[in-house]
Antibody, heavy 122, light 111 residues
Framework: EVQLVQSGVEVKKSGESLKISCKGSGYSFTSNWIGWVRQMPGNGLEWMGIFYPGDSDARYSPSFQGQVTISADKSITTAYLQWSSLKASDTAMYYC???????????????WGQGTLVTVSS | QSALTQPPSASGSPGQSVTISCTGT?????????VSWYQQHPGKAPKLMIY???KRPSGVPDRFSGSKSGNTASLTVSGLQAEDEADYYCNSYAGSNNLGLFGGGTKLTVL
């Protein structure tokens, strides 16, 4: 059974760094992309980026390029989303999800983590 | 690129059918058959309901169906049930160097 299990709630202050995680199991972690989606309070879903653990290929949506870093540790089948300096506007729920990518096209997101709530106070 | 356009709300009585639209452009919805739909209950993660316009993943009831005409994709829920009350989001491929676009979401209320 495919599972994506995310790390717990985070409460941080502006300017602090943060790394949240998403552990994949039940499938080949290195042969599948992993993605991150943001949902700000009361808002819709936004693509942040995707990462291929097999060769460390990372692709970001323009809005998030340079703002976050996506990475993974193949040895523990865990993906990460990292900020070097948080802002109050980073307050949101963050979901990891497994995108099915065919010839460079994201076809669908077939499995999702339970979400990690990040609250940043100013 | 802008988000895809969905109506903010939709509603129907139990047993009825309701259709939610998702409008884009010829560069996304109209240009490719890579539209997917996600259901999100309050406080829960999204769940894939439809992909590649009209395909249903295993385990999704056949009451859920998808279609597309021109630049508009649609999700139809037939035989509405109370548990269908949720937010629904569409997503479309939008060309190379783009991860895809989400719609703004539609809150479906079962009256």
């Amino acid at each position: 059974e495919v599972q994506l299990v995310q790390s717990g709630v985070e409460v941080k202050k502006s300017g602090e760094s943060l790394k949240i995680s998403c552990k994949g199991s039940g499938y080949s972690f290195t042969s599948n992309w992993i993605g991150w989606v943001r949902q700000m309070p009361g808002n819709g879903l936004e693509w942040m980026g995707i990462f291929y653990p097999g060769d460390s290929d990372a692709r970001y949506s323009p809005s998030f390029q340079g703002q976050v870093t996506i990475s993974a540790d193949k040895s523990i089948t865990t993906a990460y989303l990292q900020w070097s300096s948080l802002k109050a506007s980073d307050t949101a729920m963050y979901y990891c999800a497994r995108p099915i990518v065919v010839r460079g096209v994201v076809i669908r997101l077939d499995y999702w983590g339970q979400g990690t709530l990040v609250t940043v106070s100013s | 690129q802008s988000a895809l356009t969905q109506p903010p709300s939709a509603s129907g009585s139990p047993g009825q059918s309701v259709t939610i639209s998702c409008t884009g452009t010829s560069s996304d919805v109209g240009g490719y058959d890579y539209v997917s739909w996600y259901q999100q209950h309050p406080g829960k993660a999204p769940k894939l309901m439809i992909y590649e316009v009209s395909k249903r993943p295993s385990g999704v009831p056949d009451r859920f169906s998808g279609s597309k005409s021109g630049n508009t994709a649609s999700l139809t829920v037939s035989g509405l049930q109370a548990e269908d009350e949720a937010d629904y989001y569409c997503n479309s491929y939008a060309g190379s160097n783009n991860l895809g676009l989400f719609g703004g979401g539609t809150k479906l209320t079962v009256l």
